[in-house]
């Protein structure tokens, strides 16, 4: 009796300092930070760290862990996409494109955010940033910064032979003739022309410009067949075939057109917000010379800026969706959104930045950009968008290319287009 009375009491013992163990293992383990991850281009981790440092200053309880990536979108996209297919995915927030969100959404990768954010505080962001983050009702991404095209312009040309800002494509045609008649200046009008992603999101502009629509998302039906599409790349290749675009615009990217704005042989740029501060760069041909407004359209209709842009969703696995919220609304709150937005030169997804005595003390221009931004369309929020996109960029390609009349490539890109999409619309 004695013995077992002995070797109960070594076994309590034992247990004791088992479960002991184990709770101070626990607390040690509550003790120490969560850690948030999330892959970016290598690029944006450089210029993101001072505001991951500030967050983990003021937040002792959450480490940030920022996983460097390439810095070609696409192919952050598809590191994302990998993990995610995996099943376990070790990133706990997704920053990403305007572009994504639909497909990542669509696969139930993401966490809906709207019982997070109420109706007045996301009227505090772009309406069309707010509205690349929708997907079927629910609201998967919180803006960061905001991104949209634009016509750059030379002022100093415009003053030379008498005109105004365009405002319609038939303005733009006969001011860039106008100005390649009476001045040294080569070319006309420049934008991107290679077959990839910016090649569609010039289109969305110009085919908005008509008053027409690539896919309607609540409908699914399609409109590249329509006469706005038409037009659309009708004018497109007219530009080329009129020498109002140089030849070469067929393989141009953004860094492309941008070369030839600065070097002073053309009057008119389609480009992203970030040209700016590269065209008024110190030596440049057009430097002091440039302004920029709302991209022109068809006669009665309105303008259309492309929304380009990146935000933050969180996904779906994370073991800490309270954690990974508190980032990303760190991230997306005023304060460090300015910080970021003035020391990098990148735009605000918040209205009331682009009128912030801070911000106008060093981006002036910022009010016309807000002008721009109010025009903001975002691309077809569907889960095919990839699919659809790949389609209208080889369409497009082969019209501007003279491989294809526009209405013969708008037909097929349509007919394949609602193929993918399941529906006749």
Request: proline share 6%.
């Amino acid at each position: 009796m004695n013995l077992s009375w002995k070797k109960l009491s070594l076994f309590l013992l034992a247990l004791a300092i088992a479960v002991g163990a184990l709770v101070w293992e626990a607390y040690v383990q509550a003790q120490q930070p969560v850690t948030i991850s999330f892959l970016l281009r290598a690029v944006e981790a450089d210029q993101m760290q001072g505001l991951a440092q500030q967050f983990m200053d003021e937040n002792p309880d959450i480490r940030i862990e920022m996983v460097r990536g390439p810095n070609a979108a696409d192919a952050v996209e598809n590191l994302y996409t990998t993990s995610f297919l995996l099943g376990d995915s070790p990133y706990d927030i997704l920053f990403s494109d305007v572009v994504w969100i639909p497909k990542f959404a669509a696969a139930g990768w993401l966490v809906d955010l709207s019982d997070r954010v109420s109706d007045s505080d996301l009227a505090d962001f772009l309406e069309a940033d707010v509205a690349a983050g929708l997907y079927q009702d629910g609201l998967y991404r919180m803006p960061f910064r905001s991104d949209m095209g634009m016509l750059y312009y030379r002022t100093d040309l415009l003053e030379q032979v008498g005109l105004e800002p365009p405002e319609t494509f038939d303005d733009l045609i006969t001011a860039s003739q106008t100005i390649q008649a009476q001045t040294d200046v080569d070319w006309g009008f420049t934008w991107q022309g290679l077959q990839y992603e910016g090649l569609v999101t010039n289109f969305v502009e110009i085919i908005a410009g008509y008053g027409g629509f690539w896919i309607d998302p609540d409908s699914l039906a399609v409109g590249l067949d329509q006469p706005a599409g038409i037009q659309a790349v009708e004018f497109m290749k007219g530009v080329i075939d009129q020498r109002i675009s140089p030849p070469g615009v067929t393989n141009y990217i953004e860094e492309d057109s941008l070369r030839q704005f600065q070097n002073g042989n053309v009057a008119f740029l389609r480009n992203w917000p970030y040209a700016w501060a590269e065209a008024n760069r110190e030596g440049t041909a057009v430097a002091g010379n440039i302004a920029l407004k709302p991209m022109v359209h068809a006669e009665g209709q309105q303008p259309a800026a492309c929304l380009g842009g990146w935000g933050f969703g969180i996904s779906a696995t994370t073991p800490h969706p309270e954690e990974a919220w508190r980032v990303v609304e760190f991230f997306t709150s005023p304060g460090p959104m300015k910080d970021f937005i003035t020391e990098f030169a990148y735009v605000p997804s918040r209205r009331a930045l682009f009128t912030d005595p801070d911000v106008l003390a060093t981006f002036p221009h910022y009010e016309q950009l807000l002008e721009v931004a109010d025009t903001a369309i975002p691309r077809p929020p569907v889960g095919q968008y990839a699919q659809l996109s790949d389609i209208l960029q080889r369409y497009l390609s082969a019209a501007i290319t003279n491989q294809m009349t526009p209405e013969a490539a708008m037909q097929a890109a349509a007919g394949e287009s609602r193929r993918v999409l399941g529906a006749e619309g």
